[in-house]
């Protein structure tokens, strides 16, 4: 069976309304990124859009890539040279379309990479901290673990999880059943994570001072991947755009250890 094409716009269109794009004011564009040249029937999501990304899944048939990092960032050089330069002529070669969602897919209570992290760890009540209202960065989530165990439980638990060793900073002795998260570089939530009563933070990279603030908190910290933590909003986005729009989806992982 021929699966149903959709132009990139009216995807891009429908991704906007959903994910509350207006609601943000992030430091890159959301949306349609690159116009490709073709209706869309095979969709790619992957993280990031690097130029090993484009070529995967060029070679895949990709008509459209969707992805949580796209090419354009505020403050960037706005010239199309070196790498950059790249990446688009990449994907207007191969004619695809690239969209991307950034604090608006990690803020999401469904398809957001928050939430989809917590089903993946298996984590109970999970909820976001009370909002600010502003839309310029995301709450950090906190629930509980459905057993109190070690923190070096929990670290082993979400290597298992993630395909990865996260790096894990000890800070106490006592049973950890209450955790906070936040994907990606988040680490600086980590004091809001503490005066919420988390007994471990979890957030995908570490700063120098993370470690000596987890240790002068009393928090466990687990540092497990920016990529590793942000590989499952996408992929649930992907997953229902196929649904609804009748198209062929497949999530193309670029092993990334930051």
């Not at 699966?3 to 269109?13: F, K, N, R």
Request: hydrophobic residues 45%; negative net charge.
């Amino acid at each position: 069976m021929t699966a149903a094409a959709t132009t990139a716009i009216e995807l891009a269109h429908h991704c906007d309304a959903l994910l509350a794009v207006a609601d943000f004011t992030d430091y890159c564009p959301n949306g349609l990124q690159v116009e490709g040249n073709r209706p869309i029937r095979l969709l790619v999501t992957g993280v990031t859009a690097s130029l090993d990304l484009i070529a995967a899944a060029g070679s895949a048939g990709a008509d459209a890539l969707l992805v949580h990092h796209g090419i354009f960032w505020k403050g960037d050089e706005p010239c199309l040279i070196g790498p950059k330069g790249r990446r688009v002529r990449a994907l207007i070669t191969e004619g695809m379309s690239l969209l991307a969602y950034h604090l608006p897919l990690d803020a999401h209570p469904e398809l957001g990479n928050n939430r989809c992290l917590a089903e993946r760890l298996g984590i109970s009540e999970a909820r976001p901290l009370a909002d600010t209202g502003a839309k310029t960065s995301i709450p950090i989530w906190i629930g509980r673990l459905p057993t109190p165990c070690a923190g070096s439980a929990v670290a082993t638990a979400v290597a298992a999880a993630l395909g990865r060793t996260p790096l894990h900073i000890a800070a106490h002795a006592r049973p950890v059943q209450r955790i906070a998260w936040c994907t990606g570089a988040a680490q600086g939530y980590i004091e809001a994570a503490a005066a919420a009563g988390a007994d471990l933070y979890l957030s995908g990279e570490v700063s120098e001072s993370t470690v000596h603030l987890a240790r002068e908190l009393s928090i466990d910290y687990l540092g497990a991947g920016h990529h590793a933590t942000e590989r499952y909003g996408i992929q649930a986005l992907g997953a229902m755009l196929a649904t609804q729009f009748g198209l062929t989806h497949r999530f193309i992982d670029i092993d990334n250890p930051a």
